[in-house]
């Protein structure tokens, strides 16, 4: 069973930048396939960022593309979401997520584990 835990959100203007943790517990790190999901309000959860087990495997949503950058740490559980340039339509709640899997990536469906999520506004 794994847990996880986001943090770092908060509000930011347009144009700011904030960087997003998420810590990983109850099973071995390495071995998990992490993404990062968010729902905007009265919209739908979606897809943002996508990273392997050794971190050198990434894909980005086009929306996020060139703006946010995602990375691990195995030796210390956790996986990071930069975003730079946010803009409004950031605004959402952000999800971390899990899957160990034999699948290079995995649709929303097949992630096996979700964190509680954290808030980031994007005032203006």
């Known amino acids: 069973q794994v847990q996880l835990v986001e943090s770092g959100g908060g509000l930011v203007q347009t144009g700011g930048s904030l960087r997003l943790s998420c810590a990983a517990s109850g099973r071995t790190f390495s071995r998990l396939k992490m993404g990062w999901f968010r729902q905007g309000p009265g919209k739908e959860r979606e897809f943002v960022a996508f990273?392997?087990?050794?971190?050198?495997?990434?894909y980005y949503a086009d929306s996020v593309k060139g703006r946010f950058t995602v990375s691990r740490d195995n030796a210390k559980n956790t996986m990071y979401l930069q975003m730079n340039s946010l803009k409004p339509e950031d605004t959402a709640v952000y999800y971390c997520?899990?899957?160990?899997?034999?699948?290079?990536?995995?649709?929303?469906?097949?992630?096996?584990?979700w964190g509680k999520g954290t808030q980031v506004p994007v005032s203006s």
């Open positions: 997520a899990a899957f160990d899997g034999a699948r290079d990536y995995a649709t929303e469906g097949e992630y096996d584990y």
């Open positions: 990273i392997n087990r050794s971190g050198a495997g990434t």
